[in-house]
Structures are given as C-alpha cells and as structure tokens.
C-alpha cells in the first residue's frame, strides 16, 4: 500500500485534503505543527505525527502549506523526503517560481481545484451550496507533471482525483499554464472584473435602487450573460443595445493594452508576489 503524507494538514486546505482522504486505498499519516490545527484535526478523529517520523517512508508528499512558506518549509525537509518520493503541490506559484527542493529524484507535480462550475447539474441542497467544491459539489481539477518520471503520473492524478473529489474532468497541463490560468485568468482578470461588478452594485443601491432588487437583477443578468459569451446558448447573442454599451464601456473604462498581463514577465512578477510578497 502506497504511503501519503500531508503537510499541513491542518491548516485551510489541509484540512479538506485530510478529510477526502479518509477511507481511500493509501495508509496516510498527518504532519501539523499548529495547536489549533491539531484541534482541527481532532474533528475527523486523526491523529498527527513529526515530519521525521511520517516523511521517510511517505511515496506521496502532499504540500498543503502557504505559497509564501512553501519554499522555507520544503527546503528544511528537503533530507527528510523518501527517494524517489512525489511531491504535491496544491497551487503552481511556488513550483512556477522555483521554490520546491532541487533535489533530481524527487517528483514534483501540481493539481490545483477549477471549483464547482457555475453552470452544473448538482440536484442536492448541500452540493448546491457547496460553492468552493470538495465536500459535495462536483468539480473539474487541472494537473500538471512538472519533473519526474511519467509512471508518476497517474498515481499523483488519484490521489489528486481523490483529495478534490468529486472530481469530473482531470485535465493535463504544463505549470507555465497553470500559472496563466492562476493568477492571470482567474485572479488578476476574472476576480477584478467581479469585485468592480460588486462595487458597481453597491454604487446602485446608493442611489437608491433597494439592495434585494439590485442583485436580484444582476446575479440575474451574470447568469444569462455568462452563458451567451461561453457558447452555453448556441446561436444566442448579445442585443444590439447591449452590445453597443460593451464596446462604448470598454473603450471607456479598460486600457488598450490589457492582455500584456499575460506576458512572461507579468506572469512572473505576479507569481514572485505570492510567494515571496515582492
């Protein structure tokens, strides 16, 4: 039986890791310095271990610890780690920016969550509300086998499949790409055009459109134009009217040269920021 060991486990993905992975086909142990983390634990009846007494012997490294503390913590275990072991990294920023141990044998792969689809088929009241995905909600996950040997692949992709489950879609990418997709795409674009789309709300219901009305209307509005503008309704377009205020606003409101924040070097800065807070 395969080994895994979870640093971090009690900590905000930790723990949700910890969780999924009760009850699967691996024998995992749990390494967690903080008191309040091991309380945590505590919930799910799992007992913790030292890094020296779990790392040795653990085939599967799962890396759930802060972007910015990633690197500090990686290289003081670095002897720590079994031969030939996996490790896994829970987000691309700190393999992106070279921040794991260089040591040749290990392996280093990244899985990170795409989160419940906002257009989906979720039936159950839980899974409905489960907007963050991995209780109940079905999600999709991107991977990535960054070094290593391709017969690690797919024993890293289960154990993702099964601390993300459940899980639909696995889809393979390189970590360059998962770092576009975060944070260029999710984050620096997808996250500030919603929270100016928040802000505008509020601007609303300031000039006294009642505050229910307002994101009645809106969440209303996102919805049927999400699915125009990602194929989800084929043949449906934009009105005339609508699509005149989008060219008008754009031209208004975005600079010209937006997309430079997919250049390398953007990309770089903004990963350099996450885990190094430059």
């Not at 395969?2 to 691996?26: D, E, F, H, Q, T």
């Not at 091991?38 to 890396?63: F, G, M, N, W």
């Not at 300031?206 to 307002?214: E, H, I, L």
């Amino acid at each position: 039986m395969k080994k895994i060991a979870i640093i971090g486990a009690g900590g905000k993905m930790g723990y949700r890791v910890s969780a999924n992975l009760r009850n699967v086909p691996y024998d995992v142990t749990h390494i967690e310095v903080s008191e309040a983390g091991r309380t945590r634990l505590k919930e799910l009846d799992i007992s913790c271990v030292d890094a020296q007494t779990a790392l040795p012997d653990a085939d599967v490294v799962i890396l759930a610890i802060p972007d910015n503390l990633i690197g500090k913590i990686t290289h003081s275990l670095v002897d720590s780690f079994k031969q030939g072991a996996i490790l896994i990294a829970l987000d691309a920023a700190a393999p992106f920016a070279g921040e794991l141990p260089d040591r040749s044998d290990l392996t280093i792969f990244v899985a990170h969550p795409c989160h419940p689809p906002v257009f989906n088929d979720e039936t159950d009241p839980e899974a409905k509300r489960d907007y963050f995905g991995g209780i109940k909600a079905k999600q999709h996950i991107v991977c990535a086998l960054m070094r290593g040997p391709e017969q690690h692949f797919d024993l890293a992709e289960d154990v993702s499949r099964r601390m993300y489950a459940p899980v639909m879609r696995s889809h393979r990418l390189s970590v360059d790409h998962m770092a576009i997709l975060e944070p260029v795409l999710s984050e620096t674009i997808g996250l500030t055009c919603l929270s100016i789309v928040r802000e505008a709300t509020e601007e609303a219901i300031r000039r006294g459109v009642p505050k229910q009305a307002a994101h009645d209307f809106i969440l209303g509005h996102l919805t049927i134009g999400i699915a125009i503008l990602f194929d989800m309704l084929p043949g449906a377009q934009f009105s005339d009217a609508a699509q005149k205020a989008i060219d008008r606003a754009k031209a208004e409101i975005i600079t010209p040269d937006w997309k430079k924040v997919f250049e390398p070097e953007a990309v770089a800065t903004s990963i350099q920021m996450i885990t190094r807070g430059a």
